[in-house]
C-alpha cells in the first residue's frame, strides 16, 4: 500500500517555495521596522492554555481542535492558533517585568480539524503580531496599519477591504449580548440548531453564522456599534483617526464578530472577493483580558493573524509571473577531463555568489543544453576537449544568444557579469 499524507495536510513544494519566501520576508521585513521581534514557541500546548484563552464555545474549542492523552495522561493540544501560546510564553518568561511594551511576531505551522477545501486546510501556516502592554487606540491603529502596509509590500491591497469594528467592553458588552437575546429569542425557532444553543451560552455568536436563514436575521439584529460605552466609543473614534491620518482605506463593519471569545473593543478583518468563500486573509483584534485570564497580571493587547496559503493564492493571481527559481550559469562540459575542471570551476563561481548548475554524469552536450534552458540558465559555459586545450571556457549568453571564449583565468574575476 502507497504511504499517504493526512487529509487537510499538503506540501509546499520547491515550485512554489519562492513565493513564500517572498511573502515571509516581506512581513519579517516590515513588522521589524514597526519594532516587532520574532517569537519561536511550541506547536504543542497543554489543552488548557488553548480552551482558557479560546472560550470553550467557539467552533475551534468545541469541534477543531487536535486533541490527545499523552503518556502521563495530560491532554495536550496541536496549536490551532497563535495567541494563545504567546500568552502562555510571555507570562512564563516574566516578559511584562523585561519592559511595559511588548512586540512579538510569529510564523508557523496551525492544526485546526475542519472540513477541507480551496484555502481552507487542517494543517496551514499563519503569520501574526501580538503587541502586548499598551491599551491606547494609537497601539491598535499601529497594528493595523502596519498589517496594511505588509499588503502594499506584497502588492495584493488592489483585491482587498479592510474592515473594522468595536466588540465593547465589559462594561457595555454584557448589556448588549441582553439586547440580543431579546431581539433574537422571538425567532428562535427559525435560527438553525447551533444558534438556538448559541442563543443560550453566547448570542453574539448567532451573528457570525453562515446558514442563510440566521443571516437574515440577523441582519436586522441591534448593533454593538450603537450600544457602546463611552470610553468604548471614544477608543473607536480613536483608531478611525490614526487610519485616516495616514491614508489607510477601510469600512466599517458592525457585523465583525471573530471566532474567539478574547477579543474586546477594537476588531478587524481583512478580506478578498478572490478566494471564493475563503475570503478571510488576515483578522485580529484587542485582546485586553486574556493575559490576566491565563495568570499573568491585568495587561492590555492586541494581534493578528494572517494565513499564509490565502495570501500566496491570492498572490498567484496578482503577479503570475516572476517566481521561478533561476540559474546564474550552467556548465556543460564534454569527456572526463573537462568534468574535473568543471568541478572547482563551479566552486569558485557560486563562492563569488554566481548560482551554477551542471550536470553529474556524462550526458550529450545537447542534453546538458536541455538542461540549462529547463533551469532558466542565463549563461552556459560549454567545455570541451578543444576548450580545454586552449585554455578557454565558451561563454553563451543564453538569452542574446551570443558566444565569446574566455580564458579559465579570467572567468572568476568576471563573476559579477553573470549575475543579473
Ligand atoms: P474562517 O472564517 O475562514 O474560518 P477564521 O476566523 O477561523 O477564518 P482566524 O482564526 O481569524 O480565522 O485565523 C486568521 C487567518 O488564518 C484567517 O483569516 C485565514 O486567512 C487563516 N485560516 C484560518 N483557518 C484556516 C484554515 N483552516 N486553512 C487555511 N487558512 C486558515
Ligand atoms: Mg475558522
Known amino acids: 500500500m502507497k504511504i499517504k499524507s493526512i487529509r487537510g495536510f499538503h506540501d509546499i513544494l520547491p515550485e512554489s517555495i519562492k513565493r513564500w519566501h517572498f511573502v515571509e520576508d516581506a512581513a519579517k521585513r516590515i513588522f521589524e521596522l514597526y519594532g516587532f521581534s520574532e517569537i519561536r514557541i511550541p506547536v504543542l500546548e ?35 492558533e497563535g495567541t494563545a501560546g504567546i500568552v502562555r510564553a510571555y507570562i512564563e518568561n516574566s516578559m511584562h517585568a523585561k519592559s511595559s511594551i ?39 491603529a499601529e497594528l493595523v496599519v502596519m498589517l496594511w502596509r505588509f499588503f502594499e509590500e506584497i502588492e495584493l491591497t488592489p483585491f482587498l477591504v479592510l474592515e473594522i469594528s468595536s466588540l465593547g467592553d465589559q462594561n457595555c458588552r454584557p448589556q448588549y449580548k441582553e439586547k440580543l437575546v431579546q431581539y433574537f429569542a422571538p425567532q428562535k425557532e427559525e435560527l438553525c440548531e447551533d444558534c438556538q444553543r448559541r442563543l443560550q451560552v453566547n448570542p453574539l455568536r448567532i451573528l457570525d453564522c453562515k446558514q442563510k436563514r440566521c443571516k437574515e436575521i440577523a441582519a436586522n439584529a441591534p448593533s454593538m456599534l450603537d450600544n457602546l460605552c463611552e470610553e468604548c466609543e471614544t477608543h473607536f473614534n480613536y483608531v478611525k483617526e490614526n487610519l485616516l491620518s495616514v491614508g489607510i482605506p477601510f469600512t466599517i463593519n458592525p457585523k465583525i464578530v471573530r471566532g474567539l471569545d478574547y477579543y474586546t473593543r477594537t476588531v478587524f478583518e481583512i478580506t478578498t472577493d478572490k478566494l471564493g468563500s475563503q475570503n478571510a486573509v488576515a483578522a485580529g483584534g484587542r485582546y485586553d483580558g486574556l493575559v490576566e485570564e491565563l495568570g499573568g497580571p491585568a495587561t ?15 498572490q498567484e493571481i496578482a503577479l503570475p509571473e516572476g517566481f521561478q527559481k533561476k540559474v546564474d550559469v550552467f556548465i556543460a562540459y564534454l569527456g ?10 563551479a566552486f569558485n563561481l557560486r563562492k563569488k555568489g554566481v548560482s551554477v548548475e551542471t550536470d553529474y554524469g556524462s550526458k550529450s552536450l545537447k542534453s546538458q543544453m536541455k538542461r540549462a534552458d529547463k533551469l532558466g540558465a542565463n549563461f552556459t559555459f560549454i567545455i570541451g576537449e578543444e576548450e580545454l586545450k586552449q585554455g578557454v571556457v565558451k561563454v553563451r549568453d543564453m538569452k542574446e544568444s551570443k558566444e565569446e571564449d574566455i580564458k579559465f583565468e579570467d572567468i572568476i574575476n568576471l563573476s559579477e557579469t553573470f549575475q543579473p
Not at 501574526?128 to 497601539?139: D, T, V
Open 46 to 80: 497543554f489543552t488548557d492554555v488553548f480552551s482558557r484563552s479560546l472560550g470553550t464555545t467557539t467552533d475551534i474549542v468545541e469541534k477543531e481542535m487536535y486533541t490527545f492523552t499523552d503518556r502521563d495522561g495530560s491532554s495536550l493540544t496541536l496549536r490551532p
Open 102 to 140: 511588548t512586540k512579538l511576531y510569529y510564523t508557523g505551522m496551525m492544526f485546526r480539524h475542519e472540513r477541507p477545501q480551496k484555502g481552507r486546510f487542517r494543517g496551514f501556516y499563519q503569520i501574526g503580531a501580538e503587541l502586548i502592554g499598551p491599551q491606547e487606540p494609537s497601539s491598535d
Open 300 to 314: 492590555a493587547a492586541v494581534g493578528f493573524a494572517m494565513g499564509m496559503e490565502r495570501i500566496v493564492l491570492l
Open 336 to 345: 572526463e577531463e573537462a568534468k574535473k575542471a568543471a568541478f572547482p570551476l
